[in-house]
Every structure is written in structure tokens, then in C-alpha cells.
């Protein structure tokens, strides 16, 4: 199988010589998915990942996913039985092929803390709030950073490794390590998901547009409408208009976030 062979592609994680693809069966964000794995030392692609079925083999649904590539591993959660809230965490080792599964917590798929930790939002029964766990790459539990301790209510999170950013309802907190406490940003855009940052710069998605936001003034920016996308890769900002025309090819612009001024202050 070859990268040519894969479809419908929603998303794409990229690290060094490895690449995950996100890839949807139709347009439908609750529609069944299939992640695929690919190295450019070999040139193969491998499915590593797909929607669960149930006993009358129906896809189940899962919470959207932006899988992680952390060292020689793959991490991503999703739903593995009927109840919608209740996931599982998986990591794949490039390397040898096998795939840990962690036990169910109702967590969202990690996120890179520093080079050898992770950062998993999860909460103790499905009515709960999502707090911050510290994990090792192996998906032992490791002591969390206590500047992250009290936080409470995470919908989103992304990180660079570094820079740490996630909402709360319609809310921003973003932190690095070294700071004593988190830096709050209140918006009036709504609640806020699909959270991306690189350095400086970190793009949200709401209800009716997506949003750029400078961490450097605390200013922030609607950049698209409801059906465009933004995100802020590996020292890129990425914005994709919406198509006029609907399943045309949107237009994308490709920015480096190194040559962006600060947006003024609110």
C-alpha cells in the first residue's frame, strides 16, 4: 500500500520521516475513520487504526481525533463500545508494529509534554470535568507539572511541546514549563475546539468561524468563516479559505509564524 491508495484525507500528523494520515469514509465528521501510518525510510503505508463496530457491525462513533507522533510512537483515544463517552488510549510503536492499549478513562488523545512525557486530559465518569494526567511515552502515569494541577473543564488541548494551550468552554489557558501558573485569555466566540500552536501562535475552531490567537499579546483574530480551517504546525500557520463552491478545493495560505508581527492588544 502506498500513499497514493489512501483517500479522503481529513488530517495529517507529521514527525521527522513519519507521517499519520486521518481519513474519513465520508465527509461526515461522525463517520467511521481509518488511521494509516507512513514512513518515508520504507515508502509503505500501514493501517494502524479504524473505527470499532458494534455487535450489528455499525461504525461507532468517536470523538474527533488528532492522533500524536511522539519519539517511535503513535498515540490516539476513541470510543470503543456503545457509550459515547468512554475511551480507551492506544500507542503504536513504529518500530516493532505492536499497539498498546491503556485502560478506559474517558480521556482525549495525548499531547507532547517536553520529549519523553505526555499530557492527557481525563475525567473519572462521563458527567465529570476533564483534568490534566502526566503520562510516560510507555502510558505509565507520571507526576504532573503542579502549575497544571487545579485546572478543570478542559474541551481541547494542543501542544508543541513546549507551549501548552487548551479551552474551557469559550475560554483560553495556555502555559510553559517554568511558569508558575497558566495565563487565562476570555473570548466571546463560544466554545472552542480543534486547538492547534506552534510557538507564539495557536488557532482554535467555534460554531461559526476559526481563530488565531497571539500568545504574545493575548490578542486574537477570526480568520475564516465556519467551514475554513486554521492551524499552527511546526512553525507554520496554515489558513484554508472555505471552497465557494461546495466540494470545491479550498484555498490554503502557508504562513511562517516567525515572520508575523504581534497582533496588537484587545
Known sequence: MTLNDVNDVYLAEYAGSDLVLYAFDNPNLDSPFT????????????????????????????????????????????????DPARTVTFRYDTTSGAKLQASP????????LGSDMLLQP??????GQRYFKALRLD???ADLPGALAGVSGVNSVASD???????????????????????????????LWETTVSGDIAT?????????????????????????SSSAINGWLIV??????KGATPDSHLVKIASLSPLPSC
Not at 122 to 127: F, M
Open 35 to 82: 488511521l494509516f501510518y507512513w514512513s518515508s525510510k520504507t515508502g509503505n503505508v500501514t493501517k494502524i487504526g479504524a473505527s470499532a463496530r458494534d455487535s450489528q457491525g455499525r461504525p461507532i462513533a468517536t470523538p474527533f481525533i488528532r492522533p500524536l507522533v511522539a519519539g517511535p510512537y503513535v498515540y490516539w483515544s476513541q470510543t470503543l463500545s456503545s
Open 240 to 245: 484554508g479559505d472555505p471552497p465557494a463552491v
Open 139 to 141: 502510558l505509565s502515569p
Open 204 to 228: 482554535f475552531s467555534s460554531t461559526a468561524r476559526t481563530v488565531v490567537v497571539d500568545l504574545r499579546s493575548g490578542a486574537w483574530t477570526p480568520v475564516t468563516t465556519e467551514y475554513g
Open 122 to 127: 481525563v475525567v473519572d465518569d462521563p458527567q
Open 105 to 112: 478513562n474517558f480521556g482525549l488523545t495525548p499531547v507532547a
Open 161 to 191: 511541546g513546549t507551549t501548552v494551550v487548551w479551552t474551557i468552554g469559550s475560554d483560553i489557558e495556555y502555559w510553559r514549563a517554568g511558569w508558575s501558573a497558566p495565563r487565562l485569555l476570555r473570548t466571546t466566540f463560544g466554545p
